[in-house]
């Protein structure tokens, strides 16, 4: 036996004792993925994967120059844009990152839903997956703020301001956020705690066990694969075939948000200053924008509720509508199944369409 190969057999057998490497070895090797025309959609949840890290990597080093302060919050982000090494380098990765993170979870939403992937045993992958997009979203908006520039500071007074509208608890929830009624120093603080501590920990435990599901289940199939003769049906090893394209894959992922930082560094715009009046033509992030234009095309009162109040209960009970559709639509009924299949395209298309006007108007 070469001194190699018993290096590799000693140490083996010093993991297995302790962690059951051998079990977890033999997991991966049963992993095992369909091959279809519409398997190129199983790599979004692992790119997401790969930008979270990107996220966590990078937050975590901002905030050694970051001040959570209404008075240095703004300058400290200057600084960090320009004086400090790679300053400029590491914020543009967190800020487009961000942006990439949610288009790509957008990608991941939809296809595991046209997929019919939320069907049973997978409701709960279905379920964590809906809260981590929330969670993602929520990231964004604390986010948006930190910087305390004047576009952040309005866009996020729009949005408390409208999210004070829900029903019973919005007021009560705005205001614990604003830490009063107005945006300040109160705010920056929650938002920055929400920010770095409160969503990375529900995330995290999210994910975990998102993954965990993910690895019990193995990966579901399109009907399309699934009506085929058992003869007909091909699959490739997870570990390393696919293991590996999904590392080419990140690298790939890797290289848009390298090349979208060095194209276009993120910027800050001036000091936010809470006693001028809003910029005209202030807009949410893009991820947001269908439903503040979808807001905005309601007339003031719709009939005796308000309009802001009936479209965001019209925007509930679709998000609902996301929740309770694994229940229905569980393979069993055709007539679920398409009506599935055409609610996920009447919201993806009113989505895009609105997101559109919102950036042109
Ligand atoms: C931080 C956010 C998320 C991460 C990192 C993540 C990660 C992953 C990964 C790595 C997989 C396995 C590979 C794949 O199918 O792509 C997966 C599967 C899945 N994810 Fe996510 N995901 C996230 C959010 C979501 C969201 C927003 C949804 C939808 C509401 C979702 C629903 C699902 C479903 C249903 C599967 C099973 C797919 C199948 O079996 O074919 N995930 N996720």
């Not at 960090?80 to 990608?107: E, V």
């Not at 809003?278 to 095309?297: N, R, T």
């Amino acid at each position: 036996m070469s001194g190699n190969t018993k290096l590799k057999n000693g140490l083996q057998a010093f993991l297995d004792e302790r962690f059951n490497i051998s079990s977890l070895l033999q997991i991966a090797d049963k992993k095992k993925v369909p091959i279809h025309k519409h398997a190129v959609w199983y790599y979004m949840g692992g790119i997401a994967t790969m930008y979270l890290a990107v996220q966590f990597i990078t937050g975590i080093l901002l905030m050694i120059y970051y001040v959570p302060e209404i008075s240095s919050a703004h300058a400290s982000i200057l600084k960090i844009n320009s004086k400090i090494d790679f300053g400029w380098f590491i914020r543009s990765l967190h800020s487009w990152g961000a942006n990439l993170l949610i288009a790509i979870l957008f990608a991941h939403l939809f296809s595991t839903f046209f997929m019919k992937a939320y069907r049973r045993p997978r409701e709960f992958t279905w379920l964590t997956g809906l809260l981590l997009m929330v969670i993602c979203m929520a990231f964004g908006f604390s986010g948006y703020l930190l910087p305390w520039d004047d576009v952040s500071f309005f866009a996020t007074k729009i949005g408390l301001d409208i999210a004070a509208k829900t029903p019973l608890i919005g007021e009560t929830v705005a205001n614990m956020l604003r830490g009063g009624e107005h945006i300040g120093q109160a705010t920056i603080s929650r938002f920055f705690a929400i920010h770095v501590i409160v969503l990375p920990a529900a995330l995290l435990a999210l994910l975990g066990v998102h993954l965990l599901l993910v690895q019990l289940h193995g990966m579901s199939a399109p009907g399309s694969f699934n009506d085929l003769p058992e003869a007909k049906k091909t699959y490739e090893k997870f570990f390393p075939d696919f293991f590996y394209k999904d590392i080419l894959v990140w690298i790939l992922a890797a290289n848009v948000l390298f090349a979208l930082v060095m194209l276009n560094p993120w910027g800050i715009g001036p000091e936010a200053d809470p006693f001028a009046p809003a910029p005209v033509g202030i807009k949410p992030e893009w991820y947001f924008l269908s439903m503040f234009q979808f807001l905005k095309l309601i007339p003031p009162m719709v009939g005796p509720i308000e309009g802001e109040l009936f479209g965001m209960v019209l925007m509930g009970l679709a998000a609902l509508g996301f929740v309770i559709l694994p229940f229905v639509d569980n393979g069993k009924s055709k007539a679920w199944s398409r009506f599935a299949t055409i609610f996920g395209l009447l919201i993806l298309t009113g989505m895009i369409l609105l997101s559109i006007w919102g950036a042109l108007s």
